[in-house]
């Protein structure tokens, strides 16, 4: 005959049970505390006046310069411009960075002719760049695509660069062994050692492109989030510049998380990889 449970086991699998929760969700529970924390802490400084609101806002005033933003409908075309000059100038910079990086990293003759271009132009600011760039292009959005390539062009062609010079010398010699042209090898051998990198590149891009975007809307625009911010800045209008912060970081996560999953699963293609 079964013995019935202990009553005390109850409370214990219930314990267990919590446990194993936090241990398996503890670095996503730690941040959200750590940021509900912060903006608590934060409200409380302002609403009994330990800092200025003026100079830092607070969260219940940003959150309610957003609906209002969007009630109102007054920034989506702000957000439509910065959208647009976002997938026009990173995706030109990935057309034009990939090729040129494979081509890059596998001609040694063509690697040394451009790479102190390269070298130059990765290394200067980008915001140096700027009154030559509207110069060239004027204060449309010609020139925020501008800046934006040239703010995102440099860490996606220097990262497939340095895949396709990680190549193992080994499946190249197996390939040429077998009577592969150099079409194949770059279809076969190159590309696919060069995607993980190719991927780290695209990814720190994302952060130069949205960088470029600002930048650029606040220097010489008539619409966009840079603009947005730029014009509640001078008004002193602190919660709507935080809410273009907050919009610029959100889709910097969102897009950089997409990326991240992407590159997850191209990580066994990684030459140190260890299965």
Excluded: C
């Excluded at 340095?162 to 076969?188: C, E, N, P, W, Y």
């Excluded at 919660?239 to 999953?261: E, F, N, P, Q, Y």
């Amino acid at each position: 005959m079964s013995s019935s449970a202990s009553p005390a086991s109850a409370p214990t699998r219930v314990f267990r049970s919590r446990h194993s929760l936090w241990q398996r969700n503890e670095d996503f529970l730690l941040g959200f505390f750590a940021i509900l924390g912060f903006l608590i802490f934060w409200e409380v400084a302002v609403a009994q006046a330990w800092i200025n609101p003026l100079f830092t806002s607070s969260p219940l005033r940003i959150v309610r310069s957003g609906y209002q933003a969007f009630a109102d409908g007054s920034i989506y075309n702000d957000l439509s411009v910065s959208a647009i000059e976002f997938a026009l100038g990173y995706g030109l910079a990935v057309i034009v960075g990939v090729p040129l990086g494979i081509l890059m990293g596998w001609y040694r003759r063509l690697n040394a002719l451009l790479e102190p271009f390269v070298n130059a132009l990765y290394a200067t600011p980008r915001i140096a760049l700027m009154p030559l760039v509207i110069i060239w292009f004027g204060v449309d959005m010609s020139s925020k695509v501008a800046i934006i390539f040239l703010s995102t062009v440099f860490p996606i062609l220097v990262n497939t660069m340095t895949g396709v010079r990680t190549i193992d010398r080994d499946f190249v010699k197996v390939a040429r062994s077998f009577g592969a042209s150099d079409s194949q090898l770059f279809l076969t051998v190159a590309l696919p050692s060069s995607v993980p990198n190719l991927l780290t590149g695209l990814r720190l891009g994302l952060g130069h492109a949205l960088i470029g975007i600002v930048v650029g809307e606040m220097y010489g625009a008539s619409a966009g989030i840079g603009y947005m911010m730029q014009m509640a800045g001078s008004t002193f209008q602190t919660d709507r510049v935080m809410v273009g912060i907050i919009i610029i970081a959100a889709a910097g996560m969102a897009l950089t998380h997409v990326l991240k999953m992407i590159e997850h699963r191209f990580e066994m293609w990684r030459a140190d990889h260890r299965s």
